[in-house]
């Protein structure tokens, strides 16, 4: 079986409009980064610092009267969030406190007196101070550059820098719109998310580095033609692999995303969308960027 | 079968058998194994992550300051005693993290360089001032943190807790995961006490004591020490005792003046054990002080006869009974009103030790045993779904050839588990996470090489060379694109935290497996599926 049949689709020739949908895409995730760094986005207590309890019920309890149960015993600033279909609740007290526990307890207390017919059950709780929340935010950070530094060291040494700059690019740009979708639709930003936008930035190289082969082994081969024309050659030739690998990544990311359970599904979700934006830079993104550094002697022995 | 093949059929088998071997504790199997099996084979297998088994996640953080600051006190006191011991005329006091001694005169700074040489002095307005040495703070910071870390490891020990994990983290961090614990409040609070035992005369004496009110309510304790504060004499203190009123509940706290001066700690005990009091039918706790401490508690019992001493724990008094005569041999109880609960804890703190230096929580996650039990269920059925929707859509997508890929993900899977086992590796529910999405990428090497196969046979290639021609020019492309996950697989464990760490984990040791699988895995089938006849048509 076969997806497309020798495909000959001008990739190339509609890189503007891809620049402009990428750099908007980039755009947004620049801007989700900055309201992480100032506190603005929606973060995971990991990373603002505070309390998040999670309570199991017998039966289904109302959002609603969780929250007057909570004001009613003096609980302030808080969010909530239910999985109905688990009769859970997640409460989360972004405020910190100077001694760790108070919350948590003042939280479990009250649910335990208004709730107790419905035997309110402690799931999880994480607690954390100020200081670990700054410095944990400030690692993610590092993190992801250290990933990206390394991941161009390498890819500049097997293959000429401008490819290193062209597939660093197109990793940034995947990374940026997973989170621009995180930020735009409001989910949480925390250390799952972070460990997914890392997983992403290592796997969408795979198609990308799958292109270079291709363009590379290109360029030798056809002397002849336009740059331009050897790329979009080669992005059709390994069209159909670039699509098969990605679509099996998809399927394990779907399977996770329908059953792998409530802590897991943001991470899937993330690894959905990165898995598909992936794919899409290694076409889109990362080879127009390394035509767009420079065409002369790109044909060079490296 | 030439050897070549042959010799990869074996690596093949016997790796899955090890892997088998290694991942045997983790199945019911290995309690039906015999005896010298379960003695002399791995039998410790793949540990699961405290998200996954339920538990407790600690940070605290050692606040040497003042730790630093009561070895200024300490200083301060013996400087306090060798100046009278040599009739000089100098007042010490310590102020913060600084001794003042005054006044600033030769023979008195000579005393203070010699007694204690960590000092760092200064003149200041004709006073001498002292501050422990920046190397010498540290170092005592660094032996506070060593000693909380070993204060901390025997209260867990004593409270009971299997395969806790404790080590240091940075400079003045302490690590504590405790697997399985059902009452997480309980051991939080067992391990961050200070459990500073002193014991100090009350002062019945001073005018004050007559116009302190009985008690106050709980939370007003501030409000009166504003009202009070200013009237102290030099040497005295005010402390809170908590009542409960055992009708009502409610609490309030009973203010008690104090003489300042620590006559005895906890540091001279050498038994605290749970009692049940005889005529109240309630637990206290019963301690035993060594022959030196029981030497201090005859000679403090004996001259404040008819004096009350008051049992001080972290700064709230327990009890302040009267002494109706002088108590020798050295035992003595703590009674307050405890559940008996709260009476082992105190017995497990006081027979550990107190901390050099207070702690303070940084971060405490908790995972309920049911929540970790529902994600490992989840977890199986979505490796399951991932794993057969991967393995039908290979089938259909290249028939015989995506049959062998399958193979090579089973195998994938097996030797990935196998490895975790055999590193005793932790599975995370992130790690669940990294195999599923292992699964999905295992793959990807072999599509990679048979799509350059297909390419061979479409240029006219023999099935045979076709093979050979595709895993020849895949090599790289599939090298290049597993360093670069294994590149962010290893920032990943170096940045994250537990339950990260056990993605890394799973995701570099799938990377770096899936290169065994898919190179040598899969050519050893084809070779044998080539070997014996002339294949004309290649299922691809």
Do not use: C
């Not at chain 1, 719109?177 to 989910?187: E, I, N, Q, R, Y």
């Not at chain 2, 290639?461 to 290049?480: C, H, L, M, N, Q």
């Amino acid at each position: 079986m076969e997806l497309i049949k020798n495909p000959n689709l001008d990739f190339m020739g509609k890189r503007m409009y891809a620049f402009i949908f990428s750099g908007a895409l980039s755009l947004l995730g620049l801007f989700a980064v900055f309201a992480i760094a100032n506190g603005k986005a929606n973060l995971g207590v990991d990373f603002a610092g505070g309390t998040a309890v999670q309570i199991k019920f017998t039966q289904g309890v109302p959002l609603h009267d969780v929250r007057l149960a909570l004001e009613k015993g003096g609980l302030k600033d808080f969010d909530l969030q239910d999985l109905p279909s688990e009769n859970k609740v997640l409460i989360r007290v972004k405020k910190q406190e100077e001694k760790l526990g108070g919350f948590t307890e003042m939280i479990t207390q009250i649910l335990a007196q208004s709730f107790a017919d419905k035997k309110p059950v402690v799931d999880s709780t994480t607690e954390i101070g100020p200081k670990v929340g700054s410095r944990l935010k400030e690692d993610a950070l590092w993190a992801v550059l250290y990933a990206i530094i390394g991941i161009l060291a390498y890819i500049a040494f097997r293959f000429k820098f401008r490819f290193g700059v062209g597939a660093t690019i197109a990793t940034f740009h995947d990374v940026l719109a997973v989170l621009a979708v995180f930020f735009v639709m409001g989910k949480e930003i925390n250390l799952i998310l972070l460990s997914a936008l890392l997983t992403i930035a290592g796997y969408s190289l795979t198609d990308t580095v799958v292109v270079f082969d291709r363009v590379r082994e290109n360029l030798k081969k056809y002397l002849r033609e336009p740059v331009e024309a050897v790329v979009n050659r080669s992005i059709n030739e390994v069209l159909s692999r670039t699509i098969v690998t990605s679509l099996t990544v998809f399927l394990s990311a779907l399977a996770l995303f329908l059953f792998g359970g409530e802590v897991i599904h943001d991470f899937a979700f993330a690894m959905l969308i990165g898995v598909i934006i992936g794919t899409y830079s290694s076409v889109f993104v990362a080879s127009p960027v390394v035509i767009l550094l420079g065409k002369k002697d790109i044909r060079a022995k490296k | 079968m030439n050897t070549k093949v042959l010799s990869r059929v074996i690596l093949i088998a016997a790796t899955v058998v090890l892997a088998s071997v290694f991942f045997l504790p983790n199945t019911p199997v290995f309690q039906q194994m015999p005896e010298w099996w379960k003695k002399n084979m791995p039998d410790k297998g793949i540990v699961l992550g405290l998200d996954l088994q339920g538990g407790l996640h600690l940070v605290f953080e050692v606040e040497g300051e003042k730790a630093v600051e009561i070895a200024t006190e300490r200083m301060a006191a013996a400087l306090g005693s060798e100046f009278e011991k040599k009739k000089l005329q100098a007042s010490v006091k310590r102020e913060g993290l600084s001794i003042v001694i005054t006044p600033a005169t030769p023979e008195v700074r000579k005393v203070v360089e010699e007694t204690f040489p960590v000092l760092a002095l200064a003149d200041n307005k004709g006073a001498l001032q002292g501050r422990i040495s920046d190397k010498e703070s540290q170092r005592i910071k660094d032996t506070a943190t060593d000693q909380v870390l070993e204060v901390i490891r025997n209260r867990i020990d004593q409270f009971g807790v299997a395969e806790p994990v404790i080590h240091r983290q940075a400079d003045n961090e302490i690590v504590v995961q405790l697997p399985g614990v059902k009452d997480p409040k309980r051991a939080v609070d067992i391990i961050g006490k200070t459990a500073l035992l002193e014991f100090k005369i009350v002062d019945d004496e001073s005018p004050l004591a007559a116009e302190l009110p009985a008690a106050v309510l709980q939370g007003e304790e501030q409000k009166l020490l504003d009202k009070f504060g200013g009237r102290l004499i030099e040497g005295d203190q005010v402390l809170f005792q908590r009542i409960v009123n055992k009708e009502t509940g409610v609490v309030t706290k009973r203010p008690v003046l104090l003489k300042k001066e620590t006559l005895l700690t906890g540091a001279e005990l050498t038994e605290a054990r749970v009692a049940i009091d005889q005529r109240f039918n309630e637990p206290h706790v019963s301690i035993v002080f060594n022959s030196h401490g029981a030497k201090i508690f005859e000679d403090i019992t004996g001259k404040n006869v008819k004096k009350r001493l008051a049992i001080i724990l972290d700064d709230n008094v327990y009890s302040a009974p009267v002494i109706q005569e002088k108590i020798s041999g050295g035992n003595a109880q703590i009674t307050g009103s405890f559940s008996m609960d709260e009476a082992k804890d105190l017995a497990i703190v006081l027979r550990a030790g107190s901390l050099p230096a207070p702690v303070k929580t940084l971060q405490n996650v908790t995972v309920g045993p049911s929540l970790g039990r529902d994600s490992i269920e989840a977890g199986k059925l979505a490796g399951l779904v991932g794993t057969l929707l991967v393995v039908i859509f290979m089938i259909v997508y290249y028939r015989l050839s995506g049959v062998i890929a399958d193979f090579a993900l089973v195998l994938n899977i097996v030797l990935l588990i196998g490895a975790m086992a055999a590193l005793n590796a932790t599975l995370t529910l992130p790690g669940i996470a990294g195999i599923i999405l292992a699964v999905g990428m295992a793959v990807d090497s072999n599509v990679l090489m048979f799509e350059r196969m297909r390419e061979e046979v479409r240029a006219g290639k023999t099935p045979r060379s076709a093979v050979e021609g595709g895993y020849k020019k895949a090599f790289w492309t599939i090298f290049d694109s597993h360093v670069t996950t294994l590149i962010t697989a290893a920032v990943l464990f170096q940045f994250g935290t537990g339950p990260i760490k056990g993605f890394a984990v799973t995701l570099s040791l799938g990377v770096a497996i899936n290169l065994f699988t898919a190179l040598i895995g899969t050519k050893t089938v084809f070779d044998i599926l080539h070997a014996n006849k002339d294949v004309k048509r290649l299922s691809i």
